[in-house]
């Protein structure tokens, strides 16, 4: 079983996060764990956006910029 923790980003959605992995991951080449996930913590980031809304964001101000000029 491998430690994850949980983070939960501002705009709603959650990410999984290795801390660390178990002995038999850590030993297969490709650090392939068939075990359950195991939740060492959740926390939540009240100012982070997950990845994908955060590349949004980019996007989205990108194109803002673009229509000003
Ligand atoms: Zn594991
Ligand atoms: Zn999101």
């Known amino acids: ?3 994850y923790e949980v983070i939960h980003f501002h ?3 959650a990410g999984r996060r290795l801390i660390k992995h178990c002995h038999f991951a850590r030993n297969d080449p490709n650090h392939q764990c068939f075990g ?8 939540i980031s009240a ?3 997950c990845q994908a809304c955060g ?3 980019v996007l989205r101000r990108a194109q803002q910029a673009q229509v000003r000029i």
């Open 1 to 3: 079983m491998c430690q």
């Open 11 to 13: 705009c709603g959605h």
């Open 36 to 43: 359950a996930w195991s939740i060492k913590r959740e926390w």
């Open 47 to 49: 100012n982070q956006l």
């Open 55 to 57: 590349q949004q964001q």
